[in-house]
C-alpha cells in the first residue's frame, strides 16, 4: 500500500513539475485559450474571503456546477459518491451517515453531531435527517475534504459540503423538469425567478414533488413493500438591493417526505422460527417485515442575509437563521415476519445561529474577522417493544421508553487571511476559538412484560459540560506557472463533545471533544490550454479520542472518546477534453485508515458468535481489541470514470454518457469481521438524449446501476444478526426538461 501510493505521487509530482518548468518558460501566445474546448473553471466561496476559481484555492475540494449535477443525475447528498473522492454515504433509517477519508460517525442521535457538516447558504443543518433534501435551484455544490475548522467550526472535523443556491435574476427565467420511470416514479421540478422592481428587488420560487413505489417487495403476509418515497419542497428568495454596495437576500424552505425506509437485508440466518426472512438471505430486493417500517419529516427554514461593501477594502456579512424539524420513524428491529422487536422514534429540533464577517481586500492581503453564535434545542422519545414471541426469550421481553432533551450553545471568533508574499507566493494564517455548552435532561424506563422481573428506571439531570477549542490553520500555496498551483496546509479539526442519548447511569451519559490534525500537500494544474487538468491531495492525519462505542468501565458500554488513529492517503482528479465535445473525467483515491489505540471495542450480541475464535476477543467483556483495524466506511481504494460525448444535430445537440464507480471492502465494525463489511463493487450509470436549439427543451434517458448490482451502503448489527442496508437496484427514467 505505501509503495504504491509514493509511487503514484512520485510520478504525478514530478510530470507536473517537470511541465511546469515548461511552461513557466513558454511564450505566453502559446499558452491561449482553448475556446469552448477548454476545461471551464468554477468560481467557488470555499474560502470565504470573496469569490475564487477552483484552481487556484488551496484546499481540496471537488466543485459541481448545475450543468455537472444536471449530466450526471446528482439530485441529493448520496449520489455525490461517485463523484467525490473518498466520500461515502451511508443511512440510518431516514438519516444521513456522511464519511470523508473514513472521518464520519453512524452516531445519529439527539446529544450527537456529525462529523461532516452540511451547510446550505452558510446556514449549518444540525440534523442528520435533514441533509437528505433534493437539490432544486443549486448553482453549485462544494465538498470540502479535510477539516475545517477554522473557517467552518465545531463538527466540521471530516470536511464539508456547501449548498449554494441560485440568486434571484433581474431578468425572467425558469425551468420545469419532469421525471418518469421504474417504480412508477414520478418526479416535477421547477424554477421561477425574474425582477419585481428591476434593479431592486427580484425573487425566485422552486418546487419539487417525487413520488415513487418500493423497490423493496415484502413477502411476510400483509407486509407492504418498502423503499417508496413521497417528497415535497419549496424554497423561496427575495433579493432586495439598493444600491450598488447593499444587498439583503430573505430565504424560506419547507421540506416534507413520508418513506417506507429501505428494509436492513439480513446477511445470514436469523431463527429458525422465521422461515421467509431465512428464504431471503443474499436476495437485497425482498424483505418479511411484521410491522411498519416508515419514516416522516417535516423541515423548514428560514435566513437574513445582509451584505455591505464599507469601502473598497472592507465588506460586512450578517447571516441570521432559524430552523425547525419534526422526524418521526417506525422501525421492525428484528427484521422477520415474526412478532419481535419493534420501535419507535420521534425527534422535534429548533436551531437558530448568527454570523457576522469582516471581509478585508487589500492589494497583498485578502482575509475574514467572524463572530459565530449557535442555538439548538432537541426533544426526543425512543420506545423499543419487545413483545413475549418465538423469538424473545421472557426475561428479555420488554419496553424500553427513552425520553431525553439536549440543549447546545456554541459560540465563536475566528479569523483568515492569505498575504501574498510576492505575486506567486501566498501564506495563509487562520485561528477559531470555539465555546460549547451542552446540557441534558434524561428519563429511561426499562419495564419487563413478566411483572416478577424489575423495572429499571434513570433519570439524570446534571449540570451542563463546557467544552473548548482552539482550531488554527496554516497554508502556503505557491503558483508555479500560470496554470499549476502547489500547496501545503496544517489544520486542527474539532468536534463537541456530547451525551448517550440511552445512558442509564451518570458514567456513561457525556462524552468529551474529539480533534484531528491535518497534514496535506495538492498539485492543481491544467494543461494544453486547458484541455487536460490534473489534481493531486496527499495527507496525514492523526486523530483522536474518537467518540466510538465502547466499555468504558465495567458494565458500561456506550459512546465514549476510547481511541484513535492515524489516516492518510492519495486522491486523483483529472478531466480531459481531447476534442471538441468529448470529455473525459478520472478521479483514484487511495486511503490507509487504522486505529492505533482501541483494545476495547464493544462487540453487540448479534456481531459475537463471529468473533468469538479471534485471540483478540475478550469473552469476559465482550470486547474486541480493534487496534490495527480499518476504520468504518473507509474502503483502501476507490475510482469513478465517466466518458460524455456531444455532437451537433439539425438544430439542437445530441448527447450520451456514461459512469462507472467501483470501491474495495468496506467495513463497518471496528472488529473487521467480514460479515460486518461490502465487499467490493461496481455501478454503471448510463444516458443519452438530445437539447434543443439554444438549450431550451432536452430529452434525456437515464439508467443507474445498468447491471442492478445487489450490494450494501452500510451494514450495523440491530436486530437479530448482522445485517445491511441494500443499495438501490438498476432504474430507467425519462427525463424532460424546458428552460426559458
Same mark, same amino acid.
Given at each position: 500500500?505505501?509503495?504504491?501510493?509514493?509511487?503514484?505521487?512520485?510520478?504525478?509530482?514530478a510530470m507536473i513539475l517537470a511541465w511546469a518548468g515548461a511552461q513557466a518558460q513558454a511564450?505566453?501566445?502559446?499558452?491561449?485559450?482553448?475556446?469552448?474546448?477548454? =476545461?471551464?473553471?468554477?468560481?467557488?466561496?470555499?474560502?470565504?474571503?470573496?469569490?475564487?476559481?477552483?484552481?487556484?484555492?488551496? $484546499?481540496?475540494?471537488?466543485?459541481?456546477?448545475?450543468?455537472?449535477?444536471?449530466?450526471?443525475? =446528482?439530485?441529493?447528498?448520496?449520489?455525490?459518491?461517485?463523484?467525490?473522492?473518498?466520500?461515502?454515504?451511508?443511512?440510518?433509517?431516514?438519516?444521513?451517515? #456522511?464519511?470523508?477519508?473514513?472521518?464520519?460517525?453512524?452516531?445519529?442521535?439527539?446529544?450527537?453531531?456529525?462529523?461532516?457538516?452540511?451547510?446550505?447558504?452558510?446556514?449549518?443543518?444540525?440534523?442528520?435527517?435533514?441533509?437528505?433534501?433534493?437539490?432544486?435551484?443549486?448553482?453549485?455544490?462544494?465538498?470540502?475534504?479535510? &477539516?475545517?475548522?477554522?473557517?467552518?467550526?465545531?463538527?466540521?472535523?471530516?470536511?464539508?459540503?456547501?449548498? #449554494?443556491?441560485?440568486?434571484?435574476?433581474?431578468?425572467?427565467?425558469?425551468?420545469?423538469?419532469?421525471?418518469?420511470?421504474?417504480?412508477? /416514479?414520478?418526479?416535477?421540478?421547477?424554477?421561477?425567478?425574474?425582477?419585481?422592481?428591476?434593479?431592486?428587488?427580484?425573487?425566485? #420560487?422552486?418546487?419539487?414533488?417525487?413520488?415513487?413505489?418500493?423497490?423493496?417487495?415484502?413477502?411476510?403476509?400483509?407486509?407492504?413493500?418498502?423503499?417508496?418515497?413521497?417528497?415535497?419542497?419549496?424554497?423561496?428568495?427575495?433579493?432586495?438591493?439598493?444600491?450598488?454596495?447593499?444587498?439583503? #437576500?430573505?430565504?424560506?424552505?419547507?421540506?416534507?417526505?413520508?418513506?417506507?425506509?429501505?428494509?436492513?437485508?439480513?446477511?445470514?440466518?436469523?431463527?429458525?422460527?422465521?422461515?421467509?426472512?431465512?428464504?431471503?438471505?443474499?436476495?437485497?430486493?425482498?424483505?418479511?417485515?411484521?410491522?411498519?417500517?416508515?419514516?416522516?419529516?417535516?423541515?423548514?427554514?428560514?435566513?437574513?442575509?445582509?451584505?455591505?461593501?464599507?469601502?473598497?477594502?472592507?465588506?460586512?456579512?450578517?447571516?441570521?437563521?432559524?430552523?425547525?424539524?419534526?422526524?418521526?420513524?417506525?422501525?421492525? $428491529?428484528?427484521?422477520?415476519?415474526l412478532r419481535g422487536t419493534y420501535g419507535f422514534q420521534a425527534d422535534r429540533s429548533k436551531?437558530?445561529?448568527?454570523?457576522?464577517?469582516?471581509?478585508?481586500?487589500?492589494?497583498?492581503?485578502?482575509?475574514?474577522?467572524?463572530?459565530?453564535?449557535?442555538?439548538?434545542?432537541?426533544?426526543?422519545?425512543?420506545?423499543?417493544?419487545?413483545?413475549?414471541?418465538?423469538?424473545?426469550? &421472557?426475561?428479555?421481553?420488554?419496553?424500553?421508553?427513552?425520553?431525553?432533551?439536549?440543549?447546545?450553545?456554541?459560540?465563536?471568533?475566528?479569523?483568515?487571511?492569505?498575504?501574498?508574499?510576492?505575486?506567486?507566493?501566498? /501564506?495563509?494564517?487562520?485561528?477559531?476559538?470555539?465555546?460549547?455548552?451542552?446540557?441534558?435532561?434524561?428519563?429511561?424506563?426499562?419495564?419487563?412484560?413478566?411483572?416478577?422481573? &424489575?423495572? =429499571?428506571?434513570?433519570?439524570?439531570?446534571?449540570?451542563?459540560?463546557?467544552?473548548?477549542?482552539?482550531?488554527?490553520?496554516?497554508?502556503?500555496?505557491?503558483?508555479?506557472?500560470?496554470?499549476?498551483?502547489?500547496?501545503?496546509?496544517?489544520?486542527?479539526?474539532?468536534?463537541?463533545?456530547?451525551?448517550?442519548?440511552?445512558?442509564? !447511569?451518570?458514567?456513561?451519559?457525556?462524552?468529551?471533544?474529539?480533534?484531528?490534525?491535518?497534514?496535506?500537500?495538492?498539485?492543481?494544474?491544467?494543461?494544453?490550454?486547458?484541455?487536460?487538468?490534473?489534481?493531486?491531495?496527499?495527507?496525514?492525519?492523526?486523530?483522536?479520542?474518537?467518540?466510538?462505542?465502547?466499555?468504558?468501565?465495567?458494565?458500561?458500554?456506550?459512546?465514549?472518546?476510547?481511541?484513535?488513529?492515524?489516516?492518510?492517503?492519495?486522491?486523483?482528479?483529472?478531466?480531459?477534453?481531447?476534442?471538441?465535445?468529448?470529455?473525459?473525467?478520472?478521479?483514484?483515491?487511495?486511503?490507509?485508515?487504522?486505529?492505533?489505540?482501541?483494545?476495547?471495542?464493544?462487540?453487540?450480541?448479534?456481531?459475537?458468535?463471529?468473533?468469538?475464535?479471534?485471540?483478540?476477543?475478550?469473552?469476559?467483556?465482550?470486547?474486541?481489541?480493534?487496534?490495527?483495524?480499518?476504520?468504518?466506511?473507509? &474502503?483502501?481504494?476507490?475510482?469513478?470514470?465517466?466518458?460524455?460525448?456531444?455532437?451537433?444535430?439539425?438544430?439542437?445537440?445530441?448527447?450520451?454518457?456514461?459512469?462507472?464507480?467501483?470501491?474495495?471492502?468496506?467495513?463497518?465494525?471496528?472488529? !473487521?469481521?467480514?460479515?460486518?463489511?461490502?465487499?467490493?463493487?461496481? /455501478?454503471?450509470?448510463?444516458?443519452?438524449?438530445?437539447?434543443?436549439?439554444?438549450?431550451?427543451?432536452?430529452?434525456?434517458?437515464?439508467?443507474?446501476?445498468?447491471?442492478?448490482?445487489?450490494?450494501? =451502503?452500510?451494514?450495523?448489527?440491530?436486530?437479530?444478526?448482522?445485517?445491511?442496508?441494500?443499495?438501490?437496484?438498476?432504474?430507467?427514467?425519462?427525463?424532460?426538461?424546458?428552460?426559458?
Amino acid at each position: 500500500m505505501k509503495t504504491r501510493m509514493l509511487k503514484l505521487g512520485a510520478a504525478t509530482a514530478a510530470m507536473i513539475l517537470a511541465w511546469a518548468g515548461a511552461q513557466a518558460q513558454a511564450p505566453a501566445e502559446a499558452q491561449g485559450d482553448a475556446g469552448g474546448q477548454a =476545461i471551464q473553471d468554477i468560481v467557488v466561496t470555499a474560502t470565504r474571503t470573496g469569490a475564487t476559481q477552483l484552481q487556484r484555492t488551496p $484546499i481540496a475540494i471537488s466543485a459541481f456546477s448545475a450543468e455537472q449535477l444536471d449530466a450526471s443525475g =446528482i439530485v441529493n447528498v448520496k449520489d455525490l459518491v461517485s463523484a467525490t473522492p473518498n466520500l461515502s454515504v451511508g443511512q440510518a433509517t431516514a438519516s444521513a451517515q #456522511i464519511y470523508i477519508r473514513g472521518i464520519g460517525s453512524n452516531n445519529v442521535f439527539i446529544g450527537s453531531d456529525p462529523d461532516v457538516t452540511v451547510q446550505s447558504d452558510g446556514v449549518y443543518i444540525a440534523r442528520a435527517f435533514g441533509q437528505f433534501l433534493d437539490f432544486v435551484d443549486v448553482d453549485r455544490i462544494e465538498v470540502l475534504r479535510g &477539516p475545517q475548522g477554522t473557517l467552518y467550526g465545531r463538527n466540521a472535523v471530516g470536511g464539508t459540503i456547501n449548498i #449554494i443556491s441560485r440568486k434571484p435574476s433581474d431578468s425572467f427565467e425558469g425551468r420545469a423538469q419532469l421525471s418518469a420511470g421504474t417504480d412508477d /416514479l414520478v418526479q416535477a421540478q421547477a424554477y421561477l425567478s425574474g425582477p419585481i422592481v428591476p434593479g431592486v428587488l427580484q425573487a425566485s #420560487i422552486a418546487g419539487n414533488i417525487l413520488r415513487r413505489d418500493g423497490f423493496v417487495e415484502n413477502i411476510a403476509p400483509g407486509g407492504k413493500d418498502v423503499g417508496n418515497a413521497r417528497r415535497e419542497g419549496v424554497r423561496g428568495q427575495l433579493r432586495f438591493a439598493p444600491s450598488a454596495t447593499v444587498e439583503a #437576500i430573505t430565504r424560506f424552505d419547507w421540506n416534507g417526505s413520508f418513506e417506507r425506509m429501505d428494509a436492513y437485508s439480513h446477511l445470514l440466518a436469523p431463527v429458525a422460527a422465521a422461515p421467509l426472512a431465512t428464504s431471503l438471505i443474499g436476495d437485497y430486493s425482498r424483505t418479511a417485515l411484521d410491522s411498519p417500517q416508515n419514516s416522516r419529516t417535516r423541515i423548514w427554514g428560514i435566513s437574513q442575509e445582509i451584505n455591505v461593501e464599507l469601502s473598497d477594502v472592507l465588506t460586512l456579512k450578517s447571516l441570521t437563521a432559524y430552523r425547525r424539524s419534526a422526524y418521526r420513524v417506525n422501525v421492525d $428491529i428484528d427484521g422477520t415476519e415474526l412478532r419481535g422487536t419493534y420501535g419507535f422514534q420521534a425527534d422535534r429540533s429548533k436551531q437558530f445561529s448568527q454570523e457576522l464577517n469582516l471581509g478585508i481586500d487589500l492589494p497583498r492581503f485578502e482575509g475574514v474577522l467572524g463572530a459565530y453564535y449557535f442555538r439548538e434545542w432537541q426533544r426526543s422519545t425512543l420506545r423499543n417493544t419487545t413483545p413475549p414471541s418465538a423469538v424473545t426469550a &421472557p426475561a428479555r421481553a420488554t419496553e424500553t421508553t427513552v425520553n431525553p432533551v439536549a440543549r447546545v450553545r456554541s459560540q465563536a471568533l475566528f479569523g483568515q487571511g492569505t498575504y501574498h508574499l510576492t505575486d506567486a507566493l501566498g /501564506l495563509t494564517l487562520g485561528l477559531r476559538y470555539t465555546q460549547d455548552r451542552r446540557g441534558i435532561d434524561q428519563r429511561l424506563m426499562r419495564v419487563p412484560f413478566d411483572p416478577a422481573l &424489575p423495572t =429499571i428506571g434513570f433519570a439524570a439531570s446534571p449540570p451542563p459540560r463546557n467544552y473548548h477549542a482552539w482550531t488554527p490553520r496554516v497554508s502556503v500555496d505557491w503558483q508555479a506557472a500560470r496554470d499549476v498551483m502547489l500547496y501545503a496546509s496544517v489544520t486542527r479539526g474539532y468536534k463537541s463533545g456530547g451525551t448517550n442519548f440511552s445512558a442509564t !447511569n451518570l458514567a456513561a451519559l457525556t462524552f468529551d471533544p474529539e480533534t484531528i490534525w491535518s497534514y496535506e500537500a495538492g498539485l492543481k494544474s491544467d494543461w494544453f490550454d486547458r484541455r487536460l487538468r490534473v489534481n493531486l491531495t496527499g495527507f496525514y492525519y492523526d486523530y483522536s479520542d474518537l467518540q466510538i462505542q465502547s466499555l468504558l468501565a465495567p458494565g458500561v458500554v456506550a459512546i465514549g472518546n476510547a481511541a484513535s488513529a492515524r489516516v492518510k492517503g492519495l486522491e486523483l482528479e483529472t478531466i480531459a477534453r481531447p476534442a471538441d465535445g468529448l470529455t473525459f473525467t478520472f478521479n483514484y483515491a487511495l486511503l490507509d485508515s487504522e486505529y492505533r489505540h482501541f483494545p476495547n471495542a464493544a462487540v453487540p450480541s448479534q456481531l459475537r458468535p463471529y468473533v468469538q475464535g479471534s485471540p483478540r476477543y475478550d469473552a469476559a467483556t465482550n470486547t474486541f481489541d480493534a487496534t490495527g483495524n480499518r476504520l468504518t466506511a473507509a &474502503p483502501r481504494s476507490s475510482l469513478s470514470a465517466s466518458a460524455q460525448y456531444e455532437h451537433a444535430l439539425g438544430s439542437g445537440t445530441v448527447f450520451v454518457r456514461g459512469e462507472y464507480y467501483w470501491q474495495s471492502r468496506a467495513h463497518y465494525d471496528p472488529s !473487521n469481521a467480514l460479515i460486518m463489511s461490502q465487499k467490493a463493487y461496481d /455501478l454503471i450509470n448510463l444516458s443519452a438524449g438530445y437539447r434543443g436549439a439554444d438549450d431550451r427543451w432536452s430529452a434525456r434517458i437515464v439508467a443507474k446501476n445498468v447491471t442492478d448490482k445487489q450490494y450494501l =451502503i452500510t451494514v450495523a448489527a440491530n436486530g437479530l444478526v448482522p445485517a445491511g442496508l441494500a443499495g438501490a437496484p438498476r432504474t430507467v427514467a425519462l427525463q424532460l426538461t424546458w428552460n426559458w
